[in-house]
Each structure stands twice: as C-alpha cells, then as structure tokens.
T-cell receptor, first 114, second 110 residues
Framework: GAVVSQHPSWVICKSGTSVKIECRSL??????MFWYRQFPKQSLMLMAT?????????EQGVEKDKFLINHASLTLSTLTVTSAHPEDSSFYIC??????????FGPGTRLTVL | QKEVEQNSGPLSVPEGAIASLNCTYS??????FFWYRQYSGKSPELIMF????GDKEDGRFTAQLNKASQYVSLLIRDSQPSDSATYLC??????????FGAGTTVTVRA
C-alpha cells in the first residue's frame, strides 16, 4: 500500500511555456499532499502544502502565481509551472500523507526548460 | 542553525559492516522522525520512522532516538552494495510538514 504516482516522469519544454505535473495517491486517500523541489546534490525543499478543496499554502519565497497548485480530490493534486524559465529546471517531487506525518513520495518529475 | 543537520559524508563502509548515520534537530517540540533512502536520480523512499525514545529495529535497520539530546540515528547492519544511497533524516516541523536534512551519502564497498 501507500503508492504515489506522478506524471510525467520527465518533461522538456521551451522557456515561457507552462508545464502541468500530476500527483496521485493510488491506494489511499491522502489528507494532505506536498510539493517539493530538489536541485542537484541538495536536499528536498518544500514548496507548498495542498489540502483537498482548499487553497495551497506556500513556503516563504515560493511564488504562488508561478507555481499553481490544484487539489481536486483526496487522490489528485496538480502543480503547474507557469511561464517556465531555465532556472525552474529541477526535480519536482510530490508526496502524500496518510497519517501521523508519514509521507510517501511519488517517483518525481524531472523538468528541463530550454 | 539549520533545523535538521546531518553529516554529508560520504560514508564508506565495507560490505558486511555496520553503517552508522547521525542526525540532530533544533526543534525540541518535534515528535516524529523519519529516515528516507534516496538513490541517485530517484525520489526518497521511507525506510524507518520512530516516535518514542529508544531503539526501533526493522530488519537490518535500527533507528535510535534521544529527544533529550535532540538526536536520531540510523544503523544499517550487514551493509550491502545495494544500500549505497543518500539517507535523508526528516523531522516533523508542525502538523504534517517535514524538514529534511541535506542527507548522508553512503557507499558500501564490495
């Protein structure tokens, strides 16, 4: 149990375009979903916390208008990187929480912006 | 002071030996502690969690927690080459949020 999927696993896009990443909890209902970003040889940085049916909570320094989060159901959250630029190239990872702070991670999406 | 601190390594151990990883945290109110394993280019995988002081064993892994010292550790017994990865310590920040350390890279020599 506790399987989280992400789609796509990798994406290459041109600067200025928008990219949508989906995160799904496949075998459980997630009370909360999280979006992280990880640059090479660095740890995970929390970008935002997402609860179904409510607005996402963004961490300090993360632009909410650039990283749009929609949490449509207890099993689906999406992250849209709007007007992507090369500095947004990173490994984006979602996680879903089931209970007692346990977070289960999706496989990640590697975004490359040309 | 970082919220969660780990030695970055690399920690190199021979196959069959014990790998010992350490983590300290700053928030004395933290209640939940996690160890994740991350292979290069992959996302983290939960391997252990611990909530109470003392030791918790799961197969070849043992997590140790000392809340008074704000210290949590992970022991990997009988290390295998497949254990070569980066190990991330995570501590709950507040409801449902985790703070991660920078990770310790472990290399198991065959």
């Amino acid at each position: 149990g506790a399987v989280v999927s992400q789609h796509p696993s990798w994406v290459i896009c041109k600067s200025g375009t928008s990219v949508k990443i989906e995160c799904r909890s496949l075998d459980f209902q997630a009370t909360t979903m999280f979006w992280y970003r990880q640059f090479p040889k660095q740890s995970l940085m929390l970008m935002a916390t997402s609860n179904e049916g409510s607005k996402a909570t963004y961490e300090q320094g993360v632009e909410k208008d650039k990283f749009l989060i929609n949490h449509a159901s207890l099993t689906l959250s999406t992250l849209t990187v709007t007007s992507a630029h090369p500095e947004d190239s990173s490994f984006y990872i979602c996680s879903a929480s089931r209970a007692r702070n346990e977070q289960f991670f999706g496989p990640g999406t590697r975004l490359t912006v040309l | 002071q970082k919220e969660v601190e780990q030695n970055s390594g690399p920690l190199s151990v021979p196959e069959g030996a014990i790998a010992s990883l350490n983590c300290t945290y700053s928030d004395r109110g933290s209640q939940s502690f996690f160890w994740y394993r991350q292979y290069s280019g992959k996302s983290p995988e939960l391997i252990m969690f611990i909530y109470s002081n003392g030791d918790k064993e799961d197969g070849r892994f043992t997590a140790q927690l000392n809340k008074a010292s704000q210290y949590v550790s992970l022991l990997i017994r009988d290390s295998q080459p497949s254990d070569s990865a980066t190990y991330l310590c995570a501590v709950n920040r507040d409801d449902y949020k985790l703070s991660f350390g920078a990770g310790t890279t472990v290399t198991v020599r065959a």
